[in-house]
C-alpha cells in the first residue's frame, strides 16, 4: 500500500532562486495539504488542495504556490527563495468528507544558503 | 497568542516512570482533537485521536476538556522507544480544514 510520496528528500537552493516540490498521494486520497515545518516549531499549514483547486490558505505570502493534478498528485511552488524558507515541507494527504485521517509523506527538506 | 500551546519540554524520565502532556486551545469552535508523533527529522504519525469522553490505548490516555479548551495525554511505563516530540493537533473542519499544529514537546526516556 503506498504512502504519501514526496520529492526529493533533500534539496539546497540558493537565496532568490525557486523550487518545486512534489507530493503524491496515497492511493484513494484525493485532497493534499502541504505543511512547513521549522527547525524546533510544529509543522504550519500552507495550503489545501481539493479538485484542482486551493481551497484554504494559511498565513503564507504570495511566493507560495501550489498546483493539483488531474491524478491527484501536488507541487509546492516557492519563489525568490528566502534564508528563512529553510524547513522541512511535509505533503498529508486525505479524503474529502468527514475525519477519515490524514497520511502525512516524509517530507522534503529545503536548505536555502 | 498561538491557536495550539504546549510546553516544549524537554521531559526526561525514567524506564517506567508516568508522564503527562498538556496542551491548550484558542478557538472554542474546534471539532477535532489528536496527539501525533513525531520522530527526530521524520514525519509526524497520529498517536491517537481525542474524544470528550476521554480515551485510551494501551499505555496511552487522552483527555479533552472542552470547557477548559485543554488536552491531556498521559504516558504510563515509559519505554525507551517513546522518546519523541509529541504534537497536539486540533482541527477546525473536519476533513476540509487545516491541521493546526502546537509546537510539541519533547521526551526522552532515559534507562
Known amino acids: 500500500d503506498a504512502g504519501v510520496t514526496q520529492s526529493p528528500t533533500h534539496l539546497i537552493k540558493t537565496r532568490g532562486q525557486q523550487v518545486t516540490l512534489r507530493c503524491s498521494p496515497k492511493s484513494g486520497h484525493d485532497t493534499v495539504s502541504w505543511y512547513q515545518q521549522a527547525l524546533g516549531q510544529g509543522p504550519q499549514f500552507i495550503f489545501q488542495y481539493y479538485e484542482e483547486e486551493e481551497r484554504q490558505r494559511g498565513n503564507f505570502p504570495d511566493r507560495f504556490s501550489g498546483h493539483q493534478f488531474p491524478n491527484y498528485s501536488s507541487e509546492l511552488n516557492v519563489n525568490a527563495l528566502l534564508l528563512g524558507d529553510s524547513a522541512l515541507y511535509l505533503c498529508a494527504s486525505s479524503l474529502n468528507g468527514p475525519d477519515y485521517g490524514y497520511t502525512f509523506g516524509s517530507g522534503t527538506r529545503l536548505t536555502v544558503v | 497568542r498561538k491557536e495550539v500551546e504546549q510546553d516544549p519540554g524537554p521531559f526526561n524520565v525514567p524506564e517506567g516512570a508516568t508522564v503527562a502532556f498538556n496542551c491548550t486551545y484558542s478557538?472554542?469552535?474546534?471539532?477535532?482533537f489528536f496527539w501525533y508523533r513525531q520522530d527526530c527529522r521524520k514525519e509526524p504519525k497520529l498517536l491517537m485521536s481525542?474524544?470528550?469522553s476521554g480515551n485510551e490505548d494501551g499505555r496511552f490516555t487522552a483527555q479533552l476538556n472542552r470547557a477548559s479548551q485543554y488536552i491531556s495525554l498521559l504516558i504510563r511505563d515509559s519505554k525507551l522507544s517513546d522518546s519523541a516530540t509529541y504534537l497536539c493537533?486540533?482541527?477546525?473542519?473536519?476533513?476540509?480544514?487545516?491541521?493546526?499544529f502546537g509546537q510539541g514537546t519533547t521526551l526522552q526516556v532515559k534507562p
Open positions: 493537533v486540533v482541527n477546525n473542519r473536519g476533513n476540509t480544514g487545516k491541521l493546526i
Open positions: 481525542v474524544y470528550s
Open positions: 478557538n472554542s469552535a474546534s471539532q477535532s
